[in-house]
């Protein structure tokens, strides 16, 4: 990907991937055509900002009580530096380059916010994001984050297991997956003011998958309150997968019986899949997934399987062919 503003740490993409195959990248965005369409407006509605209070610091503070949670990590898997995290990003709501998110997010308003949960459950709703949040523990899950363009980084989340939050709205049997939607506000969003991608950005997860205690909704990390350019107020995380699975500022979660349609397979489904299980065997068509770059290092190392989170997902996938359902 192209960057604006270039750190030490930075990586340009052609250390990643070859410059081509990025180009072709964006060249997949530009040459679509899409129309933006009905673009809605904000649907985060009536929730007060007081309501907030209850869990969310105040400007610039730390989440007051987060648990320890897993954080099962190598001895060269050091958390990613701060500024990295929240300056290197991919949120095309802001635009293209890797840079864009942590200069446009600031206009972005991740407060109040509500969360519509609805499809094959018994008890739908329309949910304010702090009793998204309240009735359960906030924990820190330090976890590796691996991208589909070949660098990664380790992320110190606070967040809530989707478990939880997906028991409490009843998910009938007929519910084989999960759909998550983000927010599509282009008055804040520059980027929804271009067709880049079909808006809103779609992601989805089997229910099995959605229901393993890797899988979280985070909400800040190191400590604090996710910025805007790190998906505000409340993202997916799935650390054995791609970082694409990783949907941003969440507004709505269905309980569906087809597989979703999630925007990179709609975008390109021969290279981008619905699995998008790290996978250093099945490489991209146009690069190796074998290794990558850390970013804040300069030696590329191995990709592992599920990103090194085998023990605990493998089973999901047992029979499966991992190279078709890529
Ligand atoms: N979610 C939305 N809504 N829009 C996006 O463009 N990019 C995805 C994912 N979630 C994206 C998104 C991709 S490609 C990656 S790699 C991760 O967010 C990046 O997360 P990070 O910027 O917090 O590292």
Same mark, same amino acid.
């Given at each position: 990907m192209l960057i604006r503003h270039r750190k030490r740490s930075d990586i340009a993409s052609h250390e990643i991937t070859s410059e081509s195959a990025y180009l072709n990248r964006r060249e997949l965005i530009k040459g679509t055509g899409l129309i933006a369409g009905s673009l809605?407006?904000?649907?985060?509605?009536?929730?007060?900002?007081? &309501?907030? &209070? &209850?869990?969310?610091?105040?400007?610039?503070?730390?989440?007051?009580?987060?648990?320890?949670?897993?954080?099962?990590?190598?001895?060269?898997?050091?958390?990613?530096?701060?500024?990295?995290?929240?300056?290197?990003?991919?949120?095309?709501?802001?635009?293209?380059?890797?840079?864009?998110?942590?200069?446009?997010?600031?206009?972005?308003?991740?407060?109040?916010?509500?969360?519509?949960?609805?499809?094959?459950?018994?008890?739908?709703?329309?949910?304010?994001?702090?009793?998204?949040?309240?009735? &359960?523990?906030?924990?820190?899950?330090?976890?590796?984050?691996?991208?589909?363009?070949?660098?990664?980084?380790?992320?110190?989340?606070?967040?809530?297991?989707?478990?939880?939050?997906?028991?409490?709205?009843?998910?009938?049997?007929?519910?084989?997956?999960?759909?998550?939607?983000?927010?599509?506000?282009?008055?804040?969003?520059?980027?929804?003011?271009s067709a880049n991608l079909p808006w809103p950005y779609i992601e989805g997860l089997r229910m099995d998958e959605a229901m393993n205690p890797l899988s979280i909704l985070a909400v800040g990390l190191y400590g604090q309150p996710l910025l805007g350019q790190s998906g505000a107020p409340i993202r997916l995380v799935v650390p054995w997968k791609y970082g694409f699975k990783g949907v941003k500022s969440i507004v709505r979660i269905s309980f569906v019986e087809e597989q979703p349609q999630n925007t990179w397979k709609v975008m390109n489904g021969s290279e981008y899949g619905f699995y998008a299980n790290v996978n250093p065997k099945v490489d991209h068509p146009r690069w190796s997934q074998a290794s990558e770059r850390r970013i804040g290092e300069f030696r590329r190392r191995p990709t592992l399987m599920f990103n090194g989170y085998e023990e605990e997902v493998a089973d999901l996938y047992k029979g499966m062919n991992l190279s078709r359902l890529y």
């Open positions: 809605a407006l904000s649907s985060a509605i009536g929730a007060s900002r007081s &309501a907030y &209070a &209850a869990v969310m610091p105040a400007p610039g503070g730390k989440f007051a009580d987060v648990a320890k949670g897993y954080a099962k990590l190598g001895g060269n898997d050091a958390p990613t530096s701060f500024e990295d995290i929240t300056t290197y990003n991919n949120f095309y709501e802001f635009g293209l380059d890797k840079g864009d998110p942590a200069e446009h997010a600031h206009n972005f308003k991740p407060l109040p916010w509500t969360v519509k949960v609805d499809g094959l459950c018994n008890k739908p709703g329309t949910i304010d994001f702090n009793d998204l949040i309240k009735p &359960a523990a906030l924990e820190e899950r330090i976890y590796r984050m691996r991208c589909v363009e070949a660098w990664s980084m380790v992320i110190p989340w606070v967040g809530i297991s989707l478990a939880s939050v997906i028991n409490r709205f009843e998910p009938q049997g007929s519910a084989k997956f999960i759909r998550f939607e983000t927010i599509v506000r282009p008055t804040e969003m520059r980027g929804q003011r």
